[in-house]
């Protein structure tokens, strides 16, 4: 985290995925890798990471010292292997069908938020069958739920369901 004092007013900006929730993550990473001025870039980022109205104040030095403080590497922990969200379990499923990679590549394609797609398609709820797990309205729902977590708690999830669909997709051209 790191702070501003604009005008008598502290405002502050979260800089690490630690501090970030899954959606603010993804959003600040799409944008990092994708958005070509860096004013631009740091601005739409402090946006989202920033108090209201930082973006609005702050001078160049500050979007310099912010830009400078950004650190979206993360060095994961163990995968958490269940989460609790209003009484409901998910469990990560670490061996998932291949099916499972079809619908991950659905997602992917027609969805703006690919990261938090895999991450509500690799996460089952322990209550549901594997149709209704399946079900797009049922994933789209856990999006939702998910977008709100700690970033640094989905983050080795994430690595993982990645490098999996990397070497699927590898074995399926090596085919």
């Given at each position: 985290?790191?702070?501003?004092?604009?005008?008598?007013?502290?405002y502050r900006?979260?800089?690490?995925p630690?501090?970030?929730?899954?959606?603010?993550?993804?959003?600040v990473s799409?944008?990092?890798?994708?958005?070509?001025?860096?004013?631009?870039?740091?601005?739409t980022?402090?946006?989202?990471?920033?108090d209201?109205?930082?973006?609005?104040?702050?001078?160049?030095?500050?979007?310099?010292?912010?830009s400078?403080?950004?650190?979206?590497?993360?060095?994961?922990?163990?995968?958490?292997?269940?989460f609790e969200?209003?009484?409901?379990?998910?469990?990560?499923?670490?061996?998932p069908r291949?099916v499972?990679?079809?619908?991950?590549?659905?997602?992917?394609?027609?969805?703006?938020?690919?990261?938090?797609?895999?991450f509500?398609?690799m996460?089952?709820?322990?209550?549901?069958?594997?149709n209704?797990?399946?079900?797009?309205?049922?994933?789209?729902?856990?999006?939702?739920?998910?977008?709100?977590?700690?970033?640094?708690?989905?983050?080795?999830?994430?690595?993982?369901?990645?490098?999996k669909?990397a070497?699927?997709?590898?074995?399926?051209?090596?085919?």
């Amino acid at each position: 985290m790191i702070e501003f004092e604009i005008e008598d007013k502290i405002y502050r900006a979260k800089t690490k995925p630690d501090e970030m929730t899954l959606g603010e993550f993804e959003k600040v990473s799409e944008i990092a890798s994708n958005q070509k001025d860096p004013i631009d870039k740091m601005l739409t980022i402090l946006e989202i990471v920033g108090d209201e109205g930082l973006a609005d104040v702050i001078t160049t030095g500050g979007v310099l010292l912010f830009s400078q403080t950004l650190n979206l590497e993360y060095k994961p922990d163990m995968i958490k292997a269940e989460f609790e969200i209003n009484g409901r379990t998910y469990r990560y499923n670490s061996d998932p069908r291949a099916v499972v990679f079809k619908t991950i590549e659905k997602l992917i394609l027609s969805e703006k938020q690919s990261t938090t797609a895999m991450f509500a398609v690799m996460y089952e709820d322990t209550q549901l069958t594997a149709n209704e797990h399946k079900d797009l309205a049922h994933i789209k729902h856990k999006m939702k739920l998910f977008a709100e977590l700690p970033a640094h708690e989905c983050i080795p999830a994430i690595i993982e369901i990645g490098q999996k669909i990397a070497d699927n997709a590898k074995m399926t051209n090596e085919s």
